[in-house]
């Protein structure tokens, strides 16, 4: 069974500093996706980053990074330079070639950023 | 915006009630997937089509029944409701493969009274 563990449910920054949300994951099929999502209070699910389990460097998406440690199964989000409105909660979430391509998700970071 | 369009956004209705949720994907996806949000469950994948096909059943109620159309628009039809179902519903739409992204729809909120 596939499994995404968020130990932090909630964070605090500080506008314009840099932020990691936690993410590690567990699964057997060496064949897998490692995606972040973005939920603010309004509700929808925004797409962030993604990351393959084959893929060489961590993945960047303009303020978004990935800090990916495969051996340690693990798939931190960074945020830098903070915004106001990053506020919101932060889903990581796994889908394996041999779990049809349904997405399992962890229990979400709430990130709250302040002035 | 992701491209997936959900209606109703809101639905307020009693218990034992049905309903139908109503998504379309984005232009090229053939799978369409619903999760089901709740306080107490968090986010649950629910159902996936792919081109018209029932391809992976999740934690799905048996009250709870999907299709999706030859247009490869899905509906989701609850029925029976009772209080717990009252959740935010979730459409999302993908190309094949565990690779690919899911984008999702901005979710139809269902409350049961």
């Known amino acids: 069974a596939q499994k995404i563990t968020q130990t932090q449910p909630g964070m605090f920054v500080q506008e314009k500093e840099a932020v990691t949300l936690d993410c590690t994951y567990d699964?057997?099929?060496?064949?897998?996706?490692l995606f972040w999502y973005k939920q603010p209070s309004s509700g929808e699910m925004i797409f962030l980053i993604y990351?393959?389990?084959?893929?060489?460097q961590n993945a960047t998406e303009g303020r978004y990074s990935l800090n990916f440690q495969k051996a340690r199964k693990s798939a931190n989000l960074v945020i830098s330079a903070s915004q106001l409105g990053d506020s919101a909660m932060y889903f990581c979430?796994?889908?394996?070639?041999?779990?049809?391509?349904?997405?399992?998700f962890g229990t979400g970071t709430r990130l709250q950023v302040f002035p | 915006d992701s491209g997936v369009t959900q209606t109703p956004k809101h639905l307020i209705t009693a218990t034992g009630q049905r309903v139908t949720l109503r998504c379309s994907p984005r232009?090229?996806?053939?799978?369409v997937y619903w999760y089901q949000q709740s306080l107490d469950q968090g986010l649950q994948f629910l159902i996936q089509?792919?081109?018209?096909?029932?391809?992976a059943k999740g934690n799905i109620l048996e009250r709870f029944s999907a299709q999706q159309f030859p247009d490869l628009h899905s509906e989701l039809n609850l029925s029976s409701l009772e209080l717990g179902d009252s959740a935010l519903y979730f459409c999302?739409?993908?190309?094949?493969?565990?690779?690919?992204?899911?984008?999702f729809g901005p979710g139809t909120r269902l409350l049961v009274l």
């Open positions: 232009s090229g996806d053939l799978s």
């Open positions: 699964t057997s099929d060496p064949s897998y996706g």
């Open positions: 089509y792919y081109n018209g096909e029932e391809r």
């Open positions: 979430a796994i889908k394996s070639r041999t779990n049809t391509d349904k997405l399992i």
């Open positions: 990351q393959g389990s084959y893929d060489q």
């Open positions: 999302a739409s993908s190309g094949q493969g565990y690779q690919e992204t899911q984008y």
